[in-house]
């Protein structure tokens, strides 16, 4: 009987073993993706922004852009970091040159940017001309820096629509129609292609479903993968509840929050410069890894404290609209699309932290202390860079 007791009391011993060291290599885990969660961000692929101007017989076309994995030659086609390309070397090099080089650098890359960015009119490609570079100084060669450029084409005669095309390896791009008021056309497209024929006079009339449906992958992109920020605040929601309702009540207030203060700034009703909204939404990463370490359970108050936070991240994504522009066109169609995208991202990312980690340890003893504590004090140290970052570094 004592020998049967011993084997029991040894197998459980195996198993416990076993969970803990399991609970460890999942801990290591999160410290490495924590740790490199920084750097990362500075190779995410950034969109491009195009604005389309129809005047007379000739388009005219500025474009907001990284123009640097287009000189390297990488395609951008359902990539989000620039170190996994090939030729991200080259990408980087190329970061570190001063803005003429850059600039001519473009210029002599134009014939095969012409062969990815093209103006249909009738089924015919027109030819581009480069008008003007202009790149930003270096500053930090480890982040991406956004230069402009214009192009220009003279139309044939007729009142034929134009179209534009950006090719998938381009990467995404917002493109808006300028000139026309606030009516004017906008679509994203995630990973490339054609606009609808846009009309030389007047406006494309796009649907209300058609301006919501385009404006869903917007916000689910500003969240994953490029909301690092964001999905860094919801996971530290994540790691202090064990059960979903706590977490669904922080969720809530959260989407709320962030609800109002999007359309709110994206009326114009409110404004506060990026250079205060963005150090504050770092102090919020910190204050929620924070408090997940000091605190047993969540407070009765934390809900309010996620409230007031996610109306400093409602501002965060008004500054994407900003960069795409709304117009005035179907804009609560549009702006509620981005919302979908955004909680849907925000979903997705509660899903996996439960499906890689709430499933198998959350009703663990030690879930707190091996799983959450470690996790939520990387987060916090994350978002105590980003905040030196964005303030004094």
Not at 358 to 370: A, D, E, I, L
Request: net charge negative; aromatic share 10%.
């Amino acid at each position: 009987m004592g020998d049967r007791w011993a084997e029991g009391r040894k197998v459980v011993s195996q198993r416990v073993g076993l969970w803990t060291h399991l609970s460890s290599v999942l801990t290591c885990a999160l410290v490495w993706l924590a740790l490199l969660a920084a750097p990362v961000a500075a190779h995410e692929v950034q969109p491009s922004v195009l604005t389309l101007e129809l005047t007379g017989d000739t388009a005219l076309i500025d474009v907001e852009a990284t123009l640097e994995p287009f000189i390297a030659g990488i395609d951008l086609e359902g990539l989000f970091d620039t170190n996994e390309a090939d030729r991200s070397e080259a990408n980087d090099a190329l970061r570190r040159e001063d803005p003429e080089a850059l600039a001519q650098s473009f210029r002599d890359h134009w014939p095969q940017m012409g062969e990815s960015l093209k103006v249909m009119v009738a089924g015919a490609a027109l030819p581009l001309a480069l008008e003007t570079v202009e790149v930003p100084e270096v500053g930090d060669p480890e982040l991406p820096r956004v230069s402009t450029f214009r192009a220009s084409v003279a139309l044939p005669e007729g009142d034929a629509p134009v179209t534009v095309v950006w090719a998938p390896r381009l990467g995404a791009a917002a493109i808006r129609q300028a000139g026309v008021g606030d009516e004017g056309y906008s679509v994203y497209l995630p990973s490339g292609g054609e606009t609808d024929p846009i009309p030389r006079a007047g406006v494309v009339a796009q649907s209300p479903w058609a301006a919501f449906f385009d404006y869903i992958p917007v916000g689910y992109e500003h969240i994953v993968p490029l909301g690092l920020d964001h999905i860094l605040f919801v996971l530290g929601l994540f790691f202090l509840s064990t059960q979903m309702r706590p977490l669904l009540w922080q969720v809530t207030a959260f989407t709320l929050a962030h609800t109002l203060t999007l359309a709110l700034a994206a009326l114009g009703v409110v404004s506060i410069p990026a250079s205060i909204v963005e150090p504050l939404i770092a102090a919020s990463i910190v204050y929620v890894g924070v408090e997940n370490v000091l605190s047993s359970q969540m407070s009765r108050w934390r809900p309010m404290v996620v409230l007031a936070f996610g109306l400093l991240h409602g501002l965060g994504f008004a500054g994407v609209l900003a960069e795409y522009g709304l117009g005035t066109a179907n804009f609560v169609p549009k702006l509620i699309g981005f919302n979908v995208g955004v909680e849907l991202g925000q979903l997705s990312v509660i899903a996996a932290a439960f499906l890689l980690v709430g499933v198998w340890f959350r009703n663990k003893p030690w879930y707190k202390s091996r799983i959450a504590n470690p996790a939520s004090i990387l987060i916090a140290l994350v978002g105590a860079y980003w905040f030196l970052e964005r303030t004094i570094l």
